[in-house]
């Protein structure tokens, strides 16, 4: 269960002891960005913004890209985007070689209307950022590789649709354990049927079963249709002590959530019908 507060206390308690700050102040450094990330988790931007800020000062490469992140975020955003702040923090976190920093064209485009911009600039655009998705991959960032894939298969921003395109940047992310990444190549095997050939369902079981793993919720009705139908057997153990009880609890859950449903539905009907008659 998330506490931010305990991570808050906890966090202060080691940095206010001199002695640990004294004997390893690069992970102190570090703490402060990690006091943003519990204050942003609290809902305190302005606070979470000041730790990061700290962090950056103190060398710490990664806060330019969450200080980026807090402004793409910010309740201001959704009316008006600061693109020249954006744009200074996501070249500093570049500078700073932060992976993540060739995240930040990407995830702008939402907040660009590209319909209005001429042929060549929205072609540079949507260039740049794909490209930048493809450097943060090779840096190892399983998210780029999970846009990469959703970008190819739906054949976005100027690019063409490539299912093989699509599944090779799925199963980067994979190897990078990225869980939607995961599930995302059992849904091409199994479902969308859009994955190459040589993959077979024994295969796209195992993704949902690591999708599964790595708390992909979504994946656990899949694999365990696949452990009924024969798959899976090497994970039998588990999936008879852990995943099948959790499986049968949330299909309970469901059903019970659906009859409560419809019995108000029922009643709601019945109160029409009474004041039809009245």
């Given at each position: 269960?998330?506490?931010?507060?305990?991570?808050?206390?906890?966090?202060?308690?080691?940095?206010?002891?001199?002695?640990?700050?004294?004997?390893?102040?690069?992970?102190?450094?570090?703490?402060?960005?990690?006091?943003?990330?519990?204050?942003?988790?609290?809902?305190?931007?302005?606070?979470?913004?000041?730790?990061?800020?700290?962090?950056?000062?103190?060398?710490?490469?990664?806060?330019?890209?969450?200080?980026?992140?807090?402004?793409?975020?910010?309740?201001?955003?959704?009316?008006?985007?600061?693109?020249?702040?954006?744009?200074?923090?996501?070249?500093?976190?570049?500078?700073?070689?932060?992976?993540?920093?060739?995240?930040?064209?990407?995830?702008?485009?939402?907040?660009?209307?590209?319909?209005?911009?001429?042929?060549?600039?929205?072609?540079?655009?949507?260039?740049?950022?794909?490209?930048?998705?493809?450097?943060?991959?090779?840096?190892?960032?399983?998210?780029?590789?999970?846009?990469?894939?959703?970008?190819?298969?739906?054949?976005?921003?100027?690019?063409?649709?490539?299912?093989?395109?699509?599944?090779?940047?799925?199963?980067?992310?994979?190897?990078?354990?990225?869980?939607?990444?995961?599930?995302?190549?059992?849904?091409?095997?199994?479902?969308?049927?859009?994955?190459?050939?040589?993959?077979?369902?024994?295969?796209?079981?195992?993704?949902?079963?690591?999708?599964?793993?790595?708390?992909?919720?979504?994946?656990?009705?899949?694999?365990?249709?696949?452990?009924?139908?024969?798959?899976?057997?090497?994970?039998?153990?588990?999936?008879?002590?852990?995943?099948?009880?959790?499986?049968?609890?949330?299909?309970?859950?469901k059903e019970e959530g659906f009859e409560q449903f419809m019995q108000s539905v029922e009643e709601e009907?019945?109160?029409?019908?009474?004041?039809?008659?009245?």
């Open positions: 269960k998330k506490d931010p507060d305990a991570a808050i206390a906890m966090i202060e308690k080691f940095m206010a002891d001199s002695t640990a700050a004294a004997t390893d102040a690069p992970f102190v450094d570090l703490l402060y960005e990690w006091l943003g990330f519990a204050y942003k988790e609290k809902g305190d931007e302005e606070q979470a913004k000041a730790y990061y800020e700290e962090a950056s000062r103190r060398g710490v490469n990664s806060a330019f890209y969450y200080l980026a992140m807090l402004v793409l975020n910010s309740e201001d955003s959704k009316d008006y985007l600061n693109f020249e702040l954006y744009e200074q923090l996501t070249l500093k976190a570049l500078e700073a070689n932060d992976p993540r920093g060739y995240l930040l064209n990407y995830l702008v485009l939402d907040y660009i209307d590209l319909d209005r911009l001429d042929d060549e600039r929205r072609e540079t655009i949507c260039k740049l950022a794909v490209e930048d998705l493809e450097m943060a991959e090779y840096y190892g960032e399983s998210l780029a590789a999970l846009f990469l894939g959703w970008i190819y298969e739906e054949g976005q921003y100027g690019e063409e649709k490539d299912y093989e395109k699509a599944f090779r940047h799925y199963a980067k992310g994979a190897t990078l354990d990225d869980g939607t990444c995961y599930a995302a190549l059992a849904r091409m095997i199994l479902t969308d049927h859009t994955a190459p050939q040589k993959y077979d369902e024994e295969f796209g079981y195992e993704c949902a079963y690591k999708a599964m793993l790595q708390g992909d919720e979504d994946s656990l009705t899949t694999a365990i249709k696949g452990y009924k139908n024969g798959y899976l057997t090497h994970h039998a153990a588990a999936i008879e002590q852990f995943y099948l009880p959790k499986y049968e609890q949330c299909m309970a859950s009907e019945a109160r029409a019908a009474e004041k039809e008659e009245d």
